[in-house]
């Protein structure tokens, strides 16, 4: 029975876990092309300020419609794996806290707000561990900062020579390993897992704002859309700072200020003033709340296929 119950939990872990990756696959196509432009605005430092119109015509005139696209494909493969390892250990988190309030006889077996935010902590820290190289190769694609970089360079720029053909995920991988090292695929990983406690609120939200939903009614793909939205809205706005340096690190070079978190975080206070930190912020949290509500919406839809064609699988033996 308890070896039953077991292979039940993990399937249910694991239809959670791909939910999830399907629906970061869905989302993060739709929205791609905002965090192109908050990834640019957060690591573009020199350039002058301008509206989310004129960079989108800037990127378009110098790439094309596709330089909104710059380094989809390491997205794409970054929130599949991100996502599946998050929900994973979120809902084995979650089952371990409901198996334990079941023991205790406790009233109810949903979790409190702290077990969702440790739940969330645990899940948020392995995934920084496991997918961090991954966002480092995507933020370097996303701001096209190689050796021979022309974000210096005034925006005004109206070179006619043809640009260089934009390097895939992999050479991008290759070329950071042989010159700066492995170090620099866990640059960031500091403010990566300070910024854990955006899912933790984020989730803690959401989980929060569905439990009083469904005393009244049955939660749907809908609900789950705004949910998702108002949660991520919160947490990317307070957590928004660290967002940035986290950006700034992961394209660091080896030969330039190698600086820590703290260190980061000054340099663009002293370099920009505070509004430095906040560069980027409507294209991001736009992406990041339309993302997340998409997110959600589609993993609850998916998790739910799932369970209906479990539960017609032991009908056809």
């Not at 605005?41 to 790439?63: G, N, T, W």
């Not at 340096?245 to 992961?250: A, D, G, I, L």
């Not at 998790?303 to 009908?315: D, F, G, H, L, N």
Request: hydrophobic letters at 45%.
């Amino acid at each position: 029975m308890a070896q039953n119950t077991s292979a039940a939990q993990h399937g249910d872990n694991i239809a959670h876990a791909l939910a999830g990756a399907g629906g970061g696959l869905l989302s993060m196509t739709l929205t791609y092309p905002l965090i192109t432009l908050s990834t640019r605005a957060q690591v573009e430092s020199k350039r002058a300020q301008s509206s989310a119109y004129d960079a989108v015509r800037r990127i378009v005139q110098r790439e094309g419609v596709t330089g909104l696209y710059s380094g989809l494909d390491s997205a794409l493969f970054g929130i599949s794996l991100t996502n599946f390892v998050y929900y994973y250990w979120y809902e084995w988190t979650r089952a371990f806290f409901e198996r334990a309030a079941i023991r205790s006889s406790r009233a109810s077996k949903k979790l409190t707000t702290i077990e969702s935010m440790i739940a969330g902590a645990i899940a948020g820290s392995a995934t920084v561990l496991i997918t961090n190289p991954i966002w480092v190769v995507n933020t370097r694609m996303t701001a096209r900062q190689s050796d021979s970089s022309s974000s210096d360079l005034p925006i005004t720029s109206t070179t006619s020579e043809k640009p260089a053909r934009k390097p895939s995920s992999f050479a991008t991988l290759i070329r950071l390993l042989k010159f700066e090292g492995l170090s620099a695929l866990f640059a960031g990983v500091l403010p990566a897992l300070v910024l854990v406690i955006n899912p933790i609120l984020q989730y803690t939200i959401f989980e929060q704002l569905k439990d009083v939903l469904e005393k009244w009614r049955r939660v749907t793909p809908r609900d789950a859309f705004f949910l998702g939205a108002i949660g991520k809205l919160l947490a990317t706005s307070i957590t928004y700072p660290y967002i940035t340096v986290k950006s700034r690190m992961h394209v660091a070079r080896r030969e330039g200020p190698h600086d820590g978190m703290m260190q980061s975080l000054k340099r663009v206070v002293r370099d920009e003033g505070w509004g430095g930190l906040c560069k980027g912020f409507l294209p991001k949290v736009t992406q990041s709340v339309i993302t997340a509500a998409f997110l959600f919406a589609f993993k609850d839809a998916l998790y739910e296929m799932s369970v209906q064609a479990r539960r017609k699988i032991p009908a056809k033996l």
